[in-house]
């Protein structure tokens, strides 16, 4: 009989071996995640980016999906994320959004961009003003997209999250 892991440590190792798995097996990136509820692992998943041709696939957000579907919920308050790497600022927005208690990693984002996984520029772009980013941000028909927000704030049968 497994023994089922109880301690912060054995949680993480869940997830770096993961990442270990997604390497070995040519799966995707050497990051893996884990997602627990009250001492339970609801969700586990490795990087998936490569291997799903979604670059939104990384372990956080595919072992979040994986959670709120088990639970079905958007709202996973009271769970804790294990990663395998530091978040990038995509898998940390997912994290908040999704009211995560706590996060536990391993590798930090220094060591993963002397790996080539380099998310500094994504910080430094969202430092700039939105003219001087790299990527052309162009706002378009505000008033027209305006009207969602007013059916949305009128409406009686949205559920708030």
């Not at 308050?77 to 999704?98: D, F, K, N, Q, R």
């Not at 590798?107 to 996984?117: L, M, R, S, Y």
């Not at 430092?127 to 997209?145: D, G, N, T, V, Y």
Request: include cysteine; glycine fraction near 6%; charge should be negative.
């Amino acid at each position: 009989m497994e023994n089922k892991p109880t301690t912060h440590e054995e949680f993480m190792r869940i997830a770096i071996s993961l990442a270990e798995q997604n390497v070995l097996e040519s799966i995707g990136g050497p990051f893996g995640a884990v997602v627990v509820k009250d001492g339970q692992v609801i969700a586990k998943s490795g990087n998936l980016v490569t291997c799903s041709n979604d670059p939104t696939a990384h372990a956080e957000v595919s072992a979040i999906r994986l959670a709120c579907a088990a639970l079905n919920t958007f709202d996973l308050t009271g769970c804790v994320i294990y990663t395998s790497c530091e978040p990038c600022p995509m898998c940390l927005g997912a994290i908040y959004w999704s009211r995560i208690d706590t996060i536990y990693y391993g590798n930090t984002k220094v060591d993963a961009a002397e790996i080539g996984f380099d998310d500094n520029f994504i910080y430094e772009e969202l430092e700039k003003p939105m003219e001087q980013r790299s990527l052309p941000i162009i706002q378009l028909l505000r008033s027209e997209a305006q009207e969602a927000f007013k059916l949305w704030k009128q409406s009686a049968m949205k559920t708030e999250y």
